[in-house]
């Protein structure tokens, strides 16, 4: 019996229930006037019919129950697939793009867009690992993630492309733009809370790069870690613009 309140599904079989009534009473009511041979197979008949109709009942039942669960198999399918790209594309640790996803991201820009490229590496890693051990490492690394989020604009993308090295791939974005954007990044860094245990800060250096459309990643990487270096050599947490990401003034952000 349906609940209360709840619409009772349509009868699919409505029209066979009815016709089936219909045999009954016929069936009834020739009890008397019917040959017994007519009335037997009139019996039989409806034998039949409800026999035919509980078994079509069954079979909608199950293919519903099939249709459900391939649909419910379906949606689970579309979640792996998404979750596999997911994880074809992202860092494990940061959740930000790897490295193969940023080399595809980039040239993909490329292809129409100027854009510019900042590379930054955490200072001093290899003392924390060292001195503190990996957990408090992956801690710091998570930090910088949370920097770099905090500050990038919305059109950026930020990706993981080494153990302790980053990139934030800005299209459209001209190199001088882009260089104080990475001192914006470079302060947060500087002045955030990582609970190292004796209590020393973490700062990171930057190079930056800037190309015009038809560039590619291994050069504007490469221009961008030149300028990393240099930074680096130069005493660390500073930011230094490739010499040659000078663009014109229509590009300016």
Request: glycine share 8%.
């Amino acid at each position: 019996m349906d609940s209360p309140g709840v619409a009772a599904s349509p009868d699919l079989f409505e029209a066979e229930n009815q016709a089936l009534l219909t045999a009954r009473a016929a069936h009834a009511g020739c009890a008397c006037s019917a040959p017994s041979q007519c009335r037997q197979a009139l019996g039989d008949l409806l034998l039949a019919y409800e026999r035919l109709l509980r078994e079509t009942r069954r079979l909608v039942r199950r293919s519903d129950r099939a249709e459900l669960e391939m649909n419910q198999l379906n949606a689970r399918l579309q979640d792996l697939a998404a979750e596999l790209e997911h994880r074809a594309t992202h860092d494990t640790l940061t959740g930000v793009l790897n490295r193969a996803a940023v080399i595809d991201l980039v040239n993909r820009h490329f292809a129409h867009d100027d854009l510019s490229l900042i590379v930054l590496d955490i200072d001093h890693f290899k003392r924390i690992n060292d001195s503190f051990g990996h957990p408090m490492g992956d801690k710091v690394i998570l930090g910088v993630v949370a920097c770099l989020q905090a500050v990038v604009p919305a059109t950026a993308h930020i990706g993981r492309v080494g153990g302790e090295e980053f990139t934030v791939v800005l299209p459209r974005q001209s190199g001088p733009a882009s260089e104080r954007l990475a001192q914006g990044l470079r302060r947060a860094i500087e002045s955030y809370e990582f609970d190292l245990p004796d209590g020393s800060g973490v700062t990171a250096s930057f190079g930056v790069s800037w190309a015009l459309p038809g560039g590619d990643f291994d050069n504007a990487y490469g221009l961008a870690d030149e300028a990393l270096y240099v930074a680096k050599r130069g005493g660390r947490n500073r930011v230094c613009l490739a010499a040659c990401s000078l663009p014109s003034l229509e590009h300016e952000v």
